[in-house]
T-cell receptor, first 112, second 111 residues
Framework: KQEVTQIPAALSVPEGENLVLNCSFT??????LQWFRQDPGKGLTSLLL?????REQTSGRLNASLDKSSGRSTLYIAASQPGDSATYLC???????????FGAGTRLAVHP | AAGVIQSPRHLIKEKRETATLKCYPI?????VYWYQQGPGQDPQFLIS???????DKGSIPDRFSAQQFSDYHSELNMSSLELGDSALYFC??????????FGPGTRLTVT
């Protein structure tokens, strides 16, 4: 069974800090990992997809890394801004038809 | 680019009523997924379809059923609604083991 854990559960930081969000998974036989952003009561915005053959993926101030052998992924947010405040979820596909298994998320608050 | 479309965006029903949620996947995507996200929870997989056939099933109550039609749109039918069914329901689509693209969700409130 695949289990996904995210640490920390919540994070409150001043604007401008560089942040690290962690995601771990128990079954390393994954072929990709997705990071999502979710604003309160809203939909899921896909931020980054890392294929199992990749080590890193970058988009603007976001950088995600994947270490399959250790079952870990890290989302790095550079120079955080209040607009980054949201819940960040990681998810891995699992099972024959690749349903996504989500972590519980990291709730981020960036204050001015 | 076309995205996943869900309708309605908001739905209010009373207990014991029936609700139907619709999903229109991205054209040429062969797989559709349904997820349920309760308040303060992470999304939980309900059911999926590959080429119009049910491919996988999660913790979906027997009161719920779903199907995918010849035009690839999918419908999630929920009967005998309970207060605990109040949630965000997401549909996602993908093409052959690639990234899943999510719709904006339907917020169902059961009163």
């Amino acid at each position: 069974k695949q289990e996904v854990t995210q640490i920390p559960a919540a994070l409150s930081v001043p604007e401008g800090e560089n942040l690290v969000l962690n995601c771990s998974f128990t079954d390393s036989a994954i072929y990709n990992l997705q990071w999502f952003r979710q604003d309160p009561g809203k939909g899921l915005t896909s931020l980054l997809l890392i294929q199992s053959s990749q080590r890193e993926q970058t988009s603007g101030r976001l950088n995600a890394s994947l270490d399959k052998s250790s079952g870990r992924s890290t989302l790095y947010i550079a120079a955080s801004q209040p607009g980054d405040s949201a819940t960040y979820l990681c998810a891995v596909p699992w099972g024959g038809y690749n349903k996504l298994i989500f972590g519980a998320g990291t709730r981020l608050a960036v204050h001015p | 680019a076309a995205g996943v479309i869900q309708s309605p965006r908001h739905l209010i029903k009373e207990k014991r009523e029936t609700a139907t949620l619709k999903c229109y996947p991205i054209p040429r995507h062969d797989t559709v997924y349904w997820y349920q996200q309760g308040p303060g929870q992470d999304p939980q997989f309900l059911i999926s379809f590959y080429e119009k056939m049910q491919s996988d099933k999660g913790s979906i109550p027997d009161r719920f059923s779903a199907q995918q039609f010849s035009d690839y749109h999918s419908e999630l039918n929920m009967s005998s609604l309970e207060l605990g069914d109040s949630a965000l329901y997401f549909c996602a689509s993908s093409s052959s083991e690639s990234e899943q693209y999510f719709g904006p969700g339907t917020r169902l409130t059961v009163t």
